[in-house]
């Protein structure tokens, strides 16, 4: 399935509704505020205090994390074949992003549970994810629901406690447990930590590793994707960009407790492929570690079978 990185036609129009009549004024400076405090390493509690922060957290972030869970989920569904959840605890669920994008995904999930601390999102969680059980608390503390499937997009950046978060949320995972976080290396230092912590505790690597090796990565290298997005005029305005689109880079781990990907023993691609007259190299991960892969041009049969491959693609 292609992933389609735009907000569903449903989202996008309670979107807009919410929009309708909202100074533009008002909003691109409170957007920026919010996109700088998150690269600052600030969380939601100081940057989302009133509702016209979490109107500008749907004009500055929304589509970007969107995009993401539905590149991730969409990768998921090829590593873990048969995997069809029917119920869903999205943490962190800000305005219920993931699980938005998870419902045009798995078409099974019928009970869905949102877990978020922050009265502003949960505001518009209820108006964007209608029938969801709403918990408004953190993570940590007494146990969660269990839910098939558990995830936590682009939320440990704001918790500091990350082993007991993870364990958290791992006790909640009957099946299959997703953690997305911003494509920098502090992103990665957590989804790796995190990793680390999950195959300890018995889980197997659904991605985007395709091993449960220790992970070959040595900074200041650090293991993360790309993925396009449309930019909105008001996400244009906000970000006094020129270009249509943006690229949200992202980090991600999903391991499961009952299945194993269809994609162990192959090779992810982690860098845009270089291509040469000759031929495409593809930098790998394997189990055996990292390693350059060139495809010569007048080896035609798997040249054209690589033709398409790119960044974040599986090779055999
Ligand atoms: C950057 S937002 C991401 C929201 C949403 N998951 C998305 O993808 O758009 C981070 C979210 O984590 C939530 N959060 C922060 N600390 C938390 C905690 N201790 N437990 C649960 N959620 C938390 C924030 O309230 C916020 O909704």
Not at 34 to 53: H, L, N, Q, W
Not at 116 to 140: D, K, S, W
Not at 221 to 250: G, M, N, T
């Amino acid at each position: 399935m292609a992933v389609n990185p735009a907000l569903p036609a449903h989202l996008k129009a309670a979107v807009d509704t919410l929009l309708e009549g909202v100074s533009r004024k008002e909003l691109a400076p409170r957007a920026a505020a919010i996109s700088g405090a998150y690269r600052g390493g600030g969380g939601s509690a100081g940057a989302v205090t009133a509702r016209d922060d979490a109107l500008a957290y749907l004009v500055a972030r929304l589509p970007a994390t969107y995009a993401v869970a539905a590149a991730v989920f969409d990768q998921i569904t090829s590593a873990a074949v048969g995997f069809a959840p029917v119920s869903l605890l999205d943490a962190g669920a800000g305005p219920g992003t993931a699980a938005v994008a998870a419902r045009e995904v798995w078409r099974s999930l019928r009970d869905v549970t949102l877990l978020e601390p922050n009265a502003q999102f949960r505001a518009l969680a209820e108006q964007f994810v209608p029938n969801a059980t709403m918990i408004a608390r953190g993570i940590t503390g007494a146990a969660l629901p269990q839910a098939e499937l558990v995830i936590a997009n682009f939320v440990l950046a704001e918790i500091a406690e990350q082993r007991a978060t993870v364990e958290a949320l791992w006790s909640a995972t009957l099946d299959t447990l997703v953690l997305v976080e911003p494509g920098t290396p502090a992103g990665f230092e957590r989804i790796c930590a995190a990793r680390t912590q999950l195959i300890a505790s018995g889980a197997y690597v659904i991605g985007p590793c395709t091993h449960a090796q220790a992970c070959p990565i040595v900074a200041p290298d650090w293991c993360h994707f790309s993925q396009r997005l449309p930019r909105s005029r008001d996400h244009l305005i906000a970000k006094d960009a020129r270009v249509p689109f943006e690229d949200e880079r992202y980090s991600w781990i999903a391991v499961s407790r009952q299945r194993r990907s269809a994609f162990d023993g192959q090779a992810r691609v982690l860098t845009p492929p270089k291509e040469a007259k000759p031929g495409t190299t593809f930098r790998v991960c394997t189990a055996a570690g990292i390693e350059d892969r060139f495809i010569a041009r007048r080896d035609r049969v798997t040249f054209a079978r690589l033709r398409r491959a790119g960044w974040g693609d599986v090779i055999g």
